[in-house]
């Protein structure tokens, strides 16, 4: 997401050397330099006549958070009349991260969990989700030396999220659907990781995921092939420097509906 709240798409290949592809700019999704925050946005290309995809998620605007959707028109263009946002509520203002993971139960309900981390290190987790409302939330504390954080795993019973930590550190954090939230946190890499602003994780392999992460100090940014995570035994590979200038403020996650075509994280 753009400074002047434009949505930028594009693909990273990790093939050698790394390729990019840059997709289609959609113009002043949001306005000027509010958007602060973005979860995983869906792109649902099952939408009514006369359109092409339907963009939609969560996104905090200044201090609110709010539910995010618009459509394309048939040649991938942005139909700007179908710009929409809704009120999710107030309070955002000193949150640093935001994600949204999704499950489907076996009797084919969808279970959606909403996390923030708050600056004070305190990590929230809102449950029973519709798209104009969240409720059952719950909390847990010792997450201000939290950096940058990434959705890795979800299952029917857990999500788990990795994370850098300001001192360079790099950790899961599983967090068990059952209640009361008590997260499991446990060492990947114990430095070096320091350097990275923002996480961005894609599903490499069944088990593996592809590592994105981004130094917006210097606007750059490595792509790793990380295994399925198992503490410090986890095998990380490096893929290299990837061939593009990272100077958005914010980076997201995109991908299709799970109703359309289950496919999840599976990274721990």
């Known amino acids: 997401m753009t400074a ?14 790394i ?3 840059e997709h289609r700019r959609h113009a002043d999704i ?23 995809e339907r963009v939609y998620g969560w996104v905090v605007l200044g201090s609110t958070m709010y539910g995010s959707s618009y459509f394309t028109d048939g040649d991938g263009k942005l139909a700007p009349d179908t710009v929409e946002r809704w009120l999710v509520g107030g ?9 949204t993971s999704t499950w489907i139960r076996p009797d084919h309900t969808v279970r959606t969990n909403q996390y923030g981390l708050r600056s004070d290190g305190v990590l929230f987790r809102w449950s029973d989700i519709d798209l104009r409302g969240w409720t059952v939330k719950a909390s847990y504390p010792g997450f201000s030396a939290v950096k940058a954080m990434a959705l890795i795993s979800q299952t029917a019973t857990y999500d788990t999220f990795l994370a850098t930590t300001k001192g360079g550190a790099l ?9 009361p939230m008590k997260p499991v946190v446990k060492a990947v890499r114990r430095s070096t990781w320091q350097a990275f602003d923002s996480l961005v994780i894609e599903q490499c392999g069944p088990t593996g995921t592809l590592l994105l ?11 790793y092939s990380v295994g399925h ?34 496919v999840y994280l599976f990274g721990e």
């Not at 949001?30 to 092409?52: H, K, T």
């Not at 899961?172 to 659907?177: D, V």
């Open 4 to 17: 002047g709240g434009d949505h930028r798409g594009f693909t990273i290949t990790a093939t050698k050397p």
């Open 19 to 21: 390729a990019v592809t």
């Open 30 to 52: 949001y306005p000027d330099g509010l958007a602060r925050l973005s979860g995983y946005m869906v792109v649902d290309p099952n939408v009514q006549q006369g359109y092409g």
């Open 91 to 99: 309070g955002w203002g000193n949150f640093v991260a935001f994600e």
């Open 171 to 179: 950790y899961t954090i599983r967090i068990p659907i059952s209640s």
């Open 213 to 223: 992460g981004i130094d917006k100090d210097t606007r750059t940014a490595y792509l």
């Open 229 to 262: 995570a198992k503490g410090t035994a986890t095998v990380i590979q490096g893929l290299g420097k990837v061939p593009t200038t990272f100077d958005d403020p914010i980076y997201f996650r995109r991908g299709g509906e799970l109703d359309d075509a289950p």
